[in-house]
């Protein structure tokens, strides 16, 4: 999951900053606006080999701008049952220690903000997209403030550490990380820093996200940079390392026009809620996208691999042939592959003709 939008929610509002801001600047980073906030798009090193790098080393992201969220109700179970009803996904059985990807869906069964809930044991803690994240606590407060207490932590910075080799820069400073399995998450103490360490990413690469206090942001950033290993990482090769994994961008691939069935998510809908499971539905959309499970979404989320040279862009029309001249879909996210390939993603209206679009793409649309 994890980027969006690259507009500021109220364009009269001046541009925030986050904790490493000012290490940003004294690396070089080059500062774009980015939902917001001023964040860097690249380094001096530049796009490809960041991209490269993180592939075959580590890289360091900031990604405080994002939202992240406590919650917390009398009982933890309280608080899972509350959260199920603004997502589809199994809460209740997530273990303590564990994490897993979600969705707010609205009453149309649309995607409102894709996210990572993680059971701390006597709470939940939420990261939210940066651009979606105003609007989803409000969400929270109007659909679970009836059972929960909704605490944003506005005082925390959240850094990703992506790559093959951020196992081993982390346990330099963190003697639990190579204990983490994918998709743990937890309380851990980075450098006498007492931190939330999670390990996944947006990559397609093994990383831990820490969501550390402002105040020591830019100290462990620093410790972890000191390692030859490591890159600092814009976002632009975040980007660019999302889409060549094939991985959601909200407001791109996924809005509120898309269900998870449509985005092909439902990979990330237990039994549980499914028809027959033991808590079925329940959820914002859950008429709508429960049809879908059984009898098929009108279009769907697809990758594309074009023939020749040209890369294909957003927003490029999908035809079904050469001959063809009514669209069947778009191009929701593409561009180059720094490794010597192109790649898409798209929404086609149907699964023939998804497959007609891989079979032939061009620059001035795909047909």
């Avoid at 449509?262 to 990979?267: C, M, P, Y």
């Avoid at 032939?360 to 047909?367: F, L, M, Q």
């Amino acid at each position: 999951m994890l980027a969006s939008g690259d507009q500021r929610p109220d364009d009269q509002s001046p541009l925030k900053r986050t904790p490493l801001y000012d290490l940003h600047a004294a690396l070089g980073g080059k500062m774009v606006p980015f939902a917001g906030y001023e964040m860097p798009v690249q380094f001096p090193a530049g796009v490809l080999k960041e991209h490269l790098h993180t592939r075959k080393s580590a890289g360091l992201f900031d990604v405080s701008h994002m939202g992240q969220v406590v919650l917390r109700s009398g009982a933890p179970e309280d608080a899972a049952l509350a959260l199920e009803r603004a997502v589809p996904q199994d809460i209740l059985a997530l273990p303590v220690g564990r994490q897993r990807y979600a969705q707010f869906t609205d009453v149309h069964g649309g995607i409102l903000d894709d996210l990572m809930v993680a059971n701390f044991g006597d709470h939940l803690f939420l990261v939210v997209n940066a651009a979606c994240k105003d609007a989803d606590q409000a969400h929270l407060q109007n659909e679970l403030s009836d059972v929960c207490e909704i605490e944003p932590l506005a005082d925390r910075a959240l850094l990703a550490l992506q790559g093959p080799k951020a196992e081993a820069v982390l346990a330099k400073f963190c003697a639990e990380a190579p204990r983490m399995r994918f998709m743990d998450a937890g309380p851990r103490e980075i450098a006498g820093i007492a931190c939330f360490v999670s390990r996944s990413g947006y990559t397609g690469e093994d990383g831990f996200e820490i969501s550390v206090p402002a105040g020591d942001a830019e100290r462990l950033a620093k410790l972890l940079l000191e390692d030859s290993d490591v890159l600092p990482i814009g976002l632009g090769a975040r980007d660019s390392l999302r889409l060549e994994a094939g991985l959601c961008l909200y407001g791109h691939d996924i809005d509120t026009t898309t269900t998870p069935i449509e985005a092909a998510l439902e990979w990330s809908m237990q039994k549980s809620r499914r028809a027959g499971g033991i808590r079925v539905g329940g959820f914002l959309g859950a008429e709508k996208i429960l049809a879908q499970f059984a009898d098929g979404a009108p279009r769907r989320r697809v990758g594309l691999k074009p023939e020749g040279r040209a890369p294909v862009r957003e927003g490029a029309a999908l035809f079904a042939s050469n001959t063809s001249s009514e669209p069947i879909g778009k191009v929701t996210s593409g561009g180059r592959s720094m490794r010597r390939s192109r790649w898409a993603i798209c929404r086609p209206r149907s699964p023939p003709a998804a497959r007609a679009s891989l079979r032939k793409c061009a620059a001035s649309g795909c047909r």
